[in-house]
T-cell receptor
Framework: DIQMTQSPSTLSASVGDRVAITCRGS??????LAWYQQKPGKAPKVLVY???ILESGVPSRFSGSGSGTDFTLTISSLQPDDFATYYC?????????FGGGTKVDMK | QVQLVQSGAEVKKPGSSVKVSCKAF????????ISWVRQAPGQGLEWLGG????????TYAQKFQGRVTITADKSTTTAYMELSNLRPEDTGLYYC???????????????WGQGTLITVSS
């Protein structure tokens, strides 16, 4: 199985901050990586797929980058609605696997 | 736009089985994969397996092979996930989610159902 490791596990930030979350795969996954946002009591929703393609309707302050084993989700200017937990997911090979999550909370 | 609606919460005894349904409202049920993902309380996301209804053959994570059965009924646009030999560590929220690309299971998933809470306790 491909292991996905996210860092940090928790990130404390303020509105307006630039925030970066990293995800590392245990082997090469090309650009077969997605990012999700999950709020308490809600199902996850996809933000980015194919490493850098923004899902329709997702604000442009979100961006994804990377290929191979190292990936980054960046929020250019954190908004109040962005406090949530973020997960990466690889879809290079079965089983689909997710990172452990990064909780973005208020500093 | 598709919407996935799951069956309600269940409480089960260790060693028993549970079957969760996921009904799709909208178009193209048959040609998009349905994956099943679980989340233990306060924990991350874990993929159990999935199916493309048009083809009918499920793919399972090795960890759950032999304990999970995923099926799909095209006539009712409903997918099912049955987990057997339940253990307390199976307690959690179980989600169905649609594949992001027609005809592919090895993809990202969205949208998701609302989740079904399964509690395993004696």
């Amino acid at each position: 199985d491909i292991q996905m490791t996210q860092s940090p596990s928790t990130l404390s930030a303020s509105v307006g901050d630039r925030v970066a979350i990293t995800c590392r795969g245990s082997q090469n996954i090309d650009t077969y990586l997605a990012w999700y946002q999950q709020k308490p009591g809600k199902a996850p929703k996809v933000l980015v797929y194919k490493s850098s393609i923004l899902e329709s309707g997702v604000p442009s302050r979100f961006s994804g980058s990377g290929s191979g084993t190292d990936f980054t989700l960046t929020i250019s200017s954190l908004q109040p609605d962005d406090f949530a937990t973020y997960y990466c997911q690889q879809y290079k090979s079965y089983p689909l696997t997710f990172g452990g999550g990064t909780k973005v909370d208020m500093k | 736009q598709v919407q996935l609606v799951q069956s309600g919460a269940e409480v089960k005894k260790p060693g028993s089985s549970v079957k969760v349904s996921c009904k799709a409202f909208g178009d193209s049920f048959s040609s998009y994969a349905i994956s099943w993902v679980r989340q233990a309380p306060g924990q991350g996301l874990e993929w159990l397996g999935g199916i493309i209804p048009l083809f009918g053959t499920p793919t399972y994570a090795q960890k759950f092979q032999g304990r999970v059965t995923i099926t799909a009924d095209k006539s009712t646009t409903t997918a099912y996930m049955e987990l057997s030999n339940l253990r307390p560590e199976d307690t959690g929220l179980y989600y169905c989610a649609r594949g992001g690309v027609r005809g592919e299971l090895l993809v990202w998933v969205d949208p998701w159902g609302q989740g079904t809470l399964i509690t395993v306790s004696s």
